[in-house]
């Protein structure tokens, strides 16, 4: 196992999610630097001559890292919450399926690459006995994460809820997940509508009411599309770009559906 999942999966079982990310992180970069020195994971550490501090999570300022470094420690925290957030909704029907695992090892591979994957099932497996916090998991990430990071997380989460099936108890657990990373309503809608086929789906994308105007219905698409453009997760990386296209592609079929239906 590479050092950087090894040092997260310790900072989680001993601080906590925000060690998690923390730990991750600085496994990384122990994987990056050779001589790499670990603190306390509390404040700071040091890897490569250079000291990292918790300032410099995604999010954070006044980081002593150089930009690279900075993003590469986004894509890591990013990865840990999708690995403890997927955790969450898997276990909500009390059984972790071959078709989850199978969609959590697809997001890490098609995201973070091979070894990554393999890892992140082990990691998965082991977490299923943990007891996740989700509102002490989302404060963190709405600390570490901007909005735009936390939407694409959220879509991941749906995806795999999707994968087997949504049932009631996952979209308890997504529901909290919203709220616990700070999404709005609106958004937590649109994200799970995307994945729906029903008479109001495509409003619901654009988070609008089937009453809205025509005018609405043009800024509503004008907004959600800007919201949800791939360039907002760049700095995650271009896979995690890439993916991000689906919800753009969403938002443009659900505006195209009810242009056709309103002959506009």
Known sequence: MAKKWLFGFLGWAFFGPLGALVGFLAGSVFDAFSGAQIGDGSDSWTGGGTTYTR????GGTGSSTSSSDWRTGQRNSFMMSLLVLSTAVIRADGKLSSAELASVRSMIRN?????????????????????????SVGAQIRTYMNYSQ??????????LAQCDGMVPAELEVLDSIASAIGLSNTDRDSLLNMYRQSQDSAYKVLGIEPTATDEEVRKAYKRMALKYHPDKVATLGADVQKAAEEKFKKVQQAYEQIKKERGL
């Open 150 to 159: 936390r939407l694409q997380l959220f879509q991941y989460l749906v995806q």
């Open 55 to 58: 300032r410099s999570y995604p």
């Open 111 to 135: 995201n973070f690459g091979e070894q990554a994957a393999s890892e992140a099932e082990s990691i998965v497996r082991q977490l299923m006995a943990k007891d996740i916090n989700i509102y």
